[in-house]
C-alpha cells in the first residue's frame, strides 16, 4: 500500500522527469528553480488543492500563483498530470502558438492562475484573490510560490505588510530558500537572512523546513491550513536543481537547457 | 573596440565591452545591475573594476533610486537591467528620482524587443521606447549594431542627463555603417540627434533603428530588385529626434516608412509621424508590433509572425508609394 508521503515522493519524481524533457525539448527555459520546487508543487497539486481540471475557472477552487514565474515548466507539469491539458503539450513548451508559455500566462493555459515572469508581484495577486474569497465567503486558500532572490523586491514585503493587516489566513506563501538567484549565491549578491525572521517580524505565522523532505511538507501545509487571524510562510529549504546531479546548488544551471547526452544523463539519474 | 561588418555581435555585447574600456578611462564610473549582469554583460566591468560594480540583487526601483543618489554625488552611473524591468517596473524612480532633477543616470537596458523570443511577452519590452521617450529630459538612443553601440555608449557616459540605451539580446549584423557613411557624409561619426544616411534613394525613405535597420536595407535590395528605389536612414536617437533630417526626408521622398522592434504606438513611427505632421506632412506608414503583447518563439519565428521583416517593410513601402499625393 502506498502511503501518501511515498505517493507524493512520486509524483514529484515525475515532475522532475517531465521538467528535465520539456527544458531540454524546448532548448531553453529553468530548470534549477523548477526542480528545487518540485515536491512543494506536488504536495500542492496532487493532495492539498481543490481544483477541478474539468472546471478550470469554478470560483470555489484553491488557488495557487507561481510567483517565482520561471519555474513555469514545473508548474505545468503538474497541471497536465492533474489533466487539465494532455502531457503531450509539455513538448510544445516555448514553441510559437503554444499554450504554453516561457512564463506563466492565465489566459492561455488552463489552470494558471496568474500571469506572473516579473518577479515580486505574485504575493500581492494572491493577496487580492484571498481578499475576493473572504468577500464572497468562498472558504478556497491561496498559495503563492516565491524564489529566494525573489524576496530582495520590496513589494514582497508590501504585500506582506498587508496580508497582515489583512489578517489573510487564507493566504499561504511558500519560499523556495534554495540559496542560489541568477548571477550566484543570493548570500553573496544581498543577502535575505533571517527569512524566518523577517517572515515573523512582518506578522505572518512561520514555519521552516526542509523542502525535499514531503513529511515535513505535507505536515507544514496541514498546519498551515489550521493558522487564524494570520497568513502562513512556509520557509522550504532547497536545492537548486535537486534530482540532477550536475545541475544541483549551481546558479549555472538557473536557466539553461540541458543538451541531449545531459538530458539522458538527468532522466536516467530520476528513474 | 572595432566589429567587423558581416560578423554577428550582440548589441548588449558590444555594451559589456565598452563599459568595460570606459571604466578604464573614467574613474568616475560606477555600474550597476540587479540580478542580471550575466546577460546584460556588465560583469565583464564587475570583474575587471569590482570597487565599482554593485549587484543590486533583484530590486530594480532600488537600483534606480542608488543610481540616482550616486550621480547626485559626481558619479557616472550607468544601471542596467532587462527593458521591461528598466522602464515600466522603475517608472516612477526614473521620472521622479532621476529624470525630474535631470540627473545623470543612464540606463542601459538589454534584452528589448521581440527578439527576447523563448521568455515570451513577460519578458518582450515592445513600450520601452514609447514610456522612455515620455519623461521630459531623458535622451533616447537605439542602435543599430554593435559599433553603434560603443559609439552610444561612450556618447552617454559623457552627455550630460538622464539617458535610455536600448540593447537587443541576439547576435545581430555588424553593418557597413562607416563605409555607408563615407560614401555619403564624408565619414561622418556618430553624432548623438543626428540621423545616418545608409543608403540613398529616390522613390520611398525608410527610417529605422536598432535590429530593423538590417531589415531594412534588405528591404531596400528587394525594392531595388521591383525597381523601387528606396532610402534607408538609421535614426538611432529617437530623443533629441533629428526633425531637421526627418523634415528633409519627407520633402526628398513624399512618403515615409518606418521600422522598428517596438510597438507601433509611442516609438520611433510615432516620432517620425508627429514631426512631419507638423512640419512637412507626407504618409508615414509604420512597420512594428501592432497594438498587442508577444509570446514565446523563436526570434526569427516572432518576427515573422509579428510583421518585422524586410517583406513586410517593403509591403509598407509600396502601400506608402501608394499614399503619397501627386
Ligand atoms: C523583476 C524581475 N527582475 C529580474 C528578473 C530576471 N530573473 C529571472 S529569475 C531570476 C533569479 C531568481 O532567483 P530566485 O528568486 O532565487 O529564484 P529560484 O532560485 O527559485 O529560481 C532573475 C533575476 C525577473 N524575472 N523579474
Ligand atoms: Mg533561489
Redesign the pocket.
Known amino acids: 500500500m502506498p502511503t501518501l508521503t511515498t505517493d507524493l515522493q512520486q509524483k514529484a519524481k515525475v515532475l522532475r522527469r517531465h521538467v528535465v524533457r520539456m527544458v531540454g525539448e524546448a532548448g531553453s527555459g529553468?530548470p534549477?528553480?523548477s526542480l528545487?520546487?518540485a515536491d512543494l508543487v506536488a504536495a500542492l497539486y496532487f493532495h492539498f488543492l481543490n481544483v477541478d481540471p474539468a472546471r478550470p475557472g469554478w470560483p470555489e477552487r484553491d488557488r495557487f500563483v507561481l510567483s517565482?514565474g520561471?519555474?513555469a515548466p514545473v508548474l505545468y507539469a503538474a497541471l497536465a498530470e492533474r489533466g487539465f491539458f494532455p502531457s503531450e503539450t509539455l513538448w510544445t513548451l516555448r514553441k510559437l502558438g503554444s499554450i504554453l508559455q516561457g512564463h506563466p500566462d492565465m489566459r492561455k493555459t488552463p489552470g494558471v492562475e496568474a500571469s506572473t515572469?516579473?518577479?515580486?508581484q505574485g504575493l500581492s495577486v494572491a493577496g487580492g484573490m484571498a481578499l475576493a474569497g473572504r468577500l464572497s465567503t468562498l472558504d478556497y486558500r491561496v498559495y503563492a510560490l516565491l524564489?529566494?532572490?525573489?524576496m530582495q523586491?520590496g513589494q514582497v514585503w508590501e504585500a506582506a505588510m498587508s496580508a497582515a493587516q489583512f489578517k489573510l489566513d487564507n493566504l499561504t506563501a511558500i519560499i523556495?530558500f534554495?540559496g542560489?538567484?541568477?548571477d550566484g549565491l543570493?548570500e553573496n549578491i544581498v543577502g535575505v537572512e533571517p527569512v524566518a525572521d523577517k517572515w515573523r517580524a512582518f506578522g505572518w505565522d512561520v514555519q521552516e523546513i526542509n523542502g525535499h523532505d514531503m513529511d515535513q511538507i505535507v505536515k507544514a501545509l496541514e498546519a498551515a491550513r489550521q493558522v487564524r487571524g494570520r497568513p502562513q510562510a512556509i520557509v522550504a529549504h532547497t536545492v537548486?536543481g535537486k534530482g540532477v546531479s550536475f545541475m544541483e546548488g549551481l546558479a549555472a544551471w538557473?536557466?539553461k537547457a540541458p543538451s541531449r547526452e545531459q538530458m539522458a544523463q538527468a532522466l536516467a539519474e530520476l528513474e | 573596440m572595432n566589429y567587423e561588418p558581416g560578423t554577428k555581435v550582440a548589441t548588449r555585447d558590444a555594451y559589456g565591452e565598452t563599459l568595460a574600456e570606459l571604466g578604464r578611462e573614467m574613474p568616475e564610473l560606477v555600474v550597476l545591475d540587479?540580478?542580471?549582469s550575466s546577460s546584460t554583460k556588465t560583469a565583464a566591468f564587475a570583474k575587471q573594476f569590482p570597487e565599482r560594480f554593485f549587484n543590486m540583487g533583484?530590486a530594480?526601483a532600488n537600483m534606480i533610486g542608488h543610481a540616482a543618489g550616486l550621480a547626485a554625488s559626481g558619479k557616472v552611473p550607468f544601471a542596467s537591467?532587462?527593458a521591461v524591468?528598466a522602464t515600466g517596473?522603475v517608472y516612477d524612480q526614473l521620472r521622479t528620482s532621476v529624470c525630474y532633477p535631470a540627473l545623470g543616470v543612464k540606463v542601459a537596458a538589454t534584452h528589448a524587443g521581440l527578439t527576447v523570443g523563448e521568455d515570451g511577452a513577460s519578458h518582450q519590452a515592445n513600450e520601452d521606447i514609447a514610456l522612455a521617450r515620455a519623461l521630459p529630459n531623458m535622451t533616447v538612443v537605439v542602435p543599430a549594431d554593435a559599433n553603434e553601440t560603443r559609439d552610444a555608449v561612450r556618447a552617454a557616459a559623457k552627455r550630460r542627463g538622464p539617458f535610455y540605451l536600448r540593447l537587443g539580446r541576439p547576435a545581430v549584423p555588424v553593418l557597413a555603417i562607416a563605409q555607408a557613411m563615407a560614401g555619403g557624409e564624408a565619414g561622418a561619426p556618430f553624432e548623438l540627434g543626428r540621423l545616418r544616411v545608409l543608403r540613398e534613394g529616390t522613390d520611398v525613405g525608410i527610417m529605422a533603428c536598432g535590429y530593423m535597420v538590417h531589415e531594412a536595407l534588405k528591404a531596400a535590395e528587394l525594392l531595388a530588385a521591383g525597381g523601387v528605389s528606396a532610402g534607408v536612414i538609421d535614426v538611432h536617437t529617437i530623443k533629441p529626434l533629428d526633425k531637421e533630417g526627418v523634415t528633409a526626408a519627407a520633402r526628398r521622398y513624399g512618403c515615409l516608412v518606418t521600422a522598428e522592434e517596438h510597438s507601433v504606438i509611442g516609438g520611433l513611427g510615432s516620432a517620425v509621424a508627429e514631426t512631419v505632421g507638423e512640419s512637412y506632412p507626407v504618409p508615414v506608414i509604420r512597420v512594428g508590433v501592432a497594438d498587442r503583447f508577444g509570446e514565446s518563439g523563436t526570434p526569427d519565428a516572432l518576427l515573422k509572425a509579428y510583421g518585422l521583416t524586410a517583406e513586410h517593410i517593403r509591403d509598407a513601402a509600396g502601400r506608402a508609394m501608394a499614399a503619397r499625393k501627386g
Open positions: 529553468h534549477g528553480g528545487s520546487a517565482k520561471h519555474a515572469g516579473s518577479l515580486g524564489g529566494d532572490g525573489e523586491e523556495d534554495n542560489v538567484q541568477l543570493v537548486k538557473h536557466g | 540587479a540580478d542580471l533583484i530594480e537591467t532587462f524591468f517596473r
